[in-house]
T-cell receptor
């Protein structure tokens, strides 16, 4: 069965600093991968999804970007963080050829000060 | 644009009580609907998945129903326990134009079961 790893688990960064969050998936190949953000008082917001290496689709315009350098690696980045980037970031995957559901990682809590 | 609403936002019940959580969605053209559980500071755990052609799904003390035409789903929890305390999220699934499966989430219902 698949396992999703995210790191770091928590992160405190100053405004204007860069960001790199990493997600890796074990136990499956060619998954669809997703980045979500969960902010206080708001639901989960889909930020990016990827159907394959180097293929990224953005759902919400913002100062964040995503990359998929390897089949089971998904990275969320920013060159300059804003206060509004604070939140709980979740990586999810959908198995290739599997049931139409998504499996979620443990999340990264980002606080921008 | 699909919008998912969950009512109530928070619910507190005594242990042993049966309860219902509500979810509504604006676009009935869904592929499926899922209920997730989220514990504080944790990721999401899938509880029940209902395909658009189905009316309900059951797992243990949980029963989820789907009325696609009216845009509604309910999650019924029987004989609630303190361990059921968590936030419950409803999500509707669809395929995007690019063929990617996507979920749209409600904001959740925070459930507290009092011993």
């Amino acid at each position: 069965s698949q396992t999703i790893h995210q790191w770091p688990a928590t992160l405190v960064q100053p405004v204007g600093s860069p960001l790199s969050l990493e997600c890796t998936v074990e136990g499956t190949s060619n998954p669809n991968l997703y980045w979500y953000r969960q902010a206080a008082g708001r639901g989960l917001q889909l930020l990016f999804y990827s159907v394959g290496i180097g293929q990224i689709s953005s759902e919400v315009p913002q100062n964040l970007s995503a990359s998929r350098p390897q089949d089971r690696q998904f990275i969320l980045s920013s060159k300059k963080l804003l206060l509004s980037d604070s939140g709980f970031y979740l990586c999810a995957c959908r198995l290739a050829g599997g049931a139409d559901t998504q499996y979620f990682g443990p999340g990264t809590r980002l606080t921008v000060l | 644009k699909q919008e998912v609403t969950q009512i109530p936002a928070a619910l507190s019940v005594p242990e042993g009580e049966n309860l219902v959580l509500n979810c509504s969605f604006t676009d009935s053209a869904i592929y499926n609907l899922q209920w997730f559980r989220q514990d504080p500071g944790k990721g999401l755990t899938s509880l029940l998945l209902i395909q658009s052609s189905q009316r309900e799904q059951t797992s243990g003390r949980l029963n989820a129903s789907l009325d696609k035409s009216s845009g509604r789903s309910t999650l019924y929890i029987a004989a609630s326990q303190p361990g059921d305390s968590a936030t419950y999220l409803c999500a509707v699934g669809r395929f995007s134009g690019a063929g990617s499966y996507q979920l749209t989430f409600g904001k959740g219902t925070k459930l507290s079961v009092i011993p």
